[in-house]
């Protein structure tokens, strides 16, 4: 039985601090909680429209609190130290937040693996990519400021600035005006796995999510084919391709 409830005050230094990156793991998840419950109450496209206004009003309240606290400038909405950083060091903390965010992504697949086997996994993480691709497609849109209909031009650029092209390498393969081939030709995730003697990690129903969103979501003309993905076979210049093709006709 607790005789006397405790408070933040009583906690000492290193506990404070515990609490303090505690809150800021707990605002990502209000946040995330928030877009979802936006998106279930008013559908997809109204959802994305309440994010884009609350999102930037967020991040400009939460930055400039924060620059006070710490004591960094902010500019334009952005600490000034990254605006005034060489851009080597820009360019490093971008692939530091890319396999971050990888990492985040393998760490929560192996949770649900670990706790409740790979089947269900491997649903949570198609179902999972089935949300972040429409979302990273209209983030990046936003960004580039992409048409609504974007063609095979606005999708190659899209592909270029996804946080995957950070961390793998990839290439495009023209076969004409209305349709390309994408190819992963260096996996991180695969790679590391080839390093360790195990075989390729079987993601195919992942990336028909992935890619097939993705690329609806920068144009809603564009159909996406799979050339191969593992569990397929595949040559050693690539992991996955993938072919994408721009129809004009009009669907009844």
Not at 123 to 143: V, Y
Not at 202 to 207: L, T, W
Not at 219 to 242: K, L, N, Q, V, Y
Request: contains cysteine; hydrophobic residues 40%.
């Amino acid at each position: 039985m607790i005789e006397k409830p405790m408070k933040i005050e009583d906690l000492d230094q290193e506990k404070t601090a515990e609490l303090v990156a505690d809150m800021f793991h707990r605002i990502i998840a209000h946040y995330a909680f928030w877009f979802n419950e936006v998106r279930h109450q008013l559908g997809p496209e109204k959802s994305m429209e309440v994010f884009k206004s609350a999102s930037k009003r967020s991040a400009g309240i939460q930055m400039n609190r924060l620059g006070k606290i710490f004591g960094f400038e902010v500019r334009d909405g952005l600490p000034a130290a990254l605006l005034d950083m060489p851009r080597k060091e820009l360019l490093e903390l971008m692939d530091t937040v890319a396999v971050n965010w990888l990492a985040n992504d393998g760490v929560w697949f192996q949770a649900v693996e670990f706790s409740h086997g790979m089947n269900d996994a491997k649903r949570c993480n198609d179902t999972c990519w089935g949300h972040f691709s429409p979302f990273e497609a209209w983030s990046i849109k936003q960004f580039l400021n992409l048409p609504e209909n974007a063609g095979l031009d606005g999708l190659k650029q899209a592909l270029n600035f996804r946080i995957y092209a950070r961390i793998n390498e990839q290439s495009f393969v023209d076969e004409g005006p209305d349709q390309f081939v994408f190819q992963m030709n260096a996996c991180r995730v695969q790679i590391a796995r080839k390093r360790k003697g195990l075989d390729d990690y079987p993601c195919k129903s992942g990336g028909l999510v992935e890619y097939t969103y993705f690329a609806r979501s920068i144009d809603p003309r564009i159909e996406t084919e799979c050339i191969g993905c593992p569990p397929d076979d595949h040559p050693s210049e690539w992991f996955c391709a993938w072919r994408f093709k721009l129809n004009l006709k009009e669907k009844v």
